[in-house]
T-cell receptor, first 110, second 112 residues
Framework: ETGVTQSPTHLIKTRGQQVTLRCSSQSGHNTVSWYQQALGQGPQFIFQYYREEENGRGNFPPRFSGLQFPNYSSELNVNALELDDSALYLC?????????FGPGTRLTVT | GQQVMQIPQYQHVQEGEDFTTYCNSSTTLSNIQWYKQRPGGHPVFLIQLVKSGEVKKQKRLTFQFGEAKKNSSLHITATQTTDVGTYFCAGPRAGNNRKLIWGLGTSLAVNP
């Protein structure tokens, strides 16, 4: 296993609600990247945090936000959920180039 | 914008046949990484290639980085059912080595 954990593993929400997903990075890793992966698609980069600061963002609206804590764990928040937000949300921690992925959170929006 | 493309999208082979997936970037890459994702699982890092023309082997897997550092390939010799999954290539965004742009992946199915 990678040592990266995510919670919860599964989540069902209704449209318009808000959700917070959590990620604990591997020890010694100061960078966390968040990805959205729809069924049958590759991971889509949402944003990355490096030493508690956002270090770049993909093509996701502002209702996707996040933060990173001093222990380098991270949260992804999504407001005003839409049906298309249903996906597997992956976080990956890294120190150099290699990314270590957590098991993901499967979010279903109904 | 910067793009990473992979072909084919799907590949179905008989166990024992070879398999190759190709990755092409719209820009020169400082490095390229390959990941494997099993059905229901998460991406797992396989390898990183850095040098122009670099070739690396991992048992039956051979990875190659093109001379122009814009394309790469993964070749599996004599596939086994354990090779089933989706293979992704990913390259760093221009100006930021920490952020990756991912291809859409090649899904490999192996008939026993």
């Amino acid at each position: 296993e990678t040592g990266v954990t995510q919670s919860p593993t599964h989540l069902i929400k209704t449209r318009g609600q808000q959700v917070t997903l959590r990620c604990s990075s591997q020890s010694g890793h100061n960078t966390v990247s968040w990805y959205q992966q729809a069924l049958g698609q590759g991971p889509q980069f949402i944003f990355q945090y490096y030493r508690e600061e956002e270090n770049g963002r993909g093509n996701f609206p502002p209702r996707f936000s996040g933060l990173q804590f001093p222990n380098y764990s991270s949260e992804l928040n999504v407001n005003a959920l839409e049906l298309d937000d249903s996906a597997l949300y992956l976080c990956a921690s890294s120190r150099d180039y290699e990314q270590y992925f957590g098991p993901g959170t499967r979010l279903t929006v109904t | 914008g910067q793009q990473v493309m992979q072909i084919p999208q799907y590949q179905h082979v008989q166990e024992g046949e070879d398999f190759t997936t190709y990755c092409n970037s719209s820009t020169t890459l400082s490095n390229i990484q390959w990941y494997k994702q099993r059905p229901g699982g998460h991406p797992v890092f396989l390898i990183q290639l850095v040098k122009s023309g670099e070739v690396k082997k991992q048992k039956r897997l051979t990875f190659q980085f093109g001379e122009a550092k814009k394309n790469s390939s993964l070749h599996i010799t004599a596939t086994q059912t354990t090779d089933v999954g989706t293979y992704f290539c990913a390259g760093p965004r221009a100006g930021n080595n920490r952020k990756l742009i991912w291809g859409l992946g090649t899904s490999l199915a192996v008939n026993p």
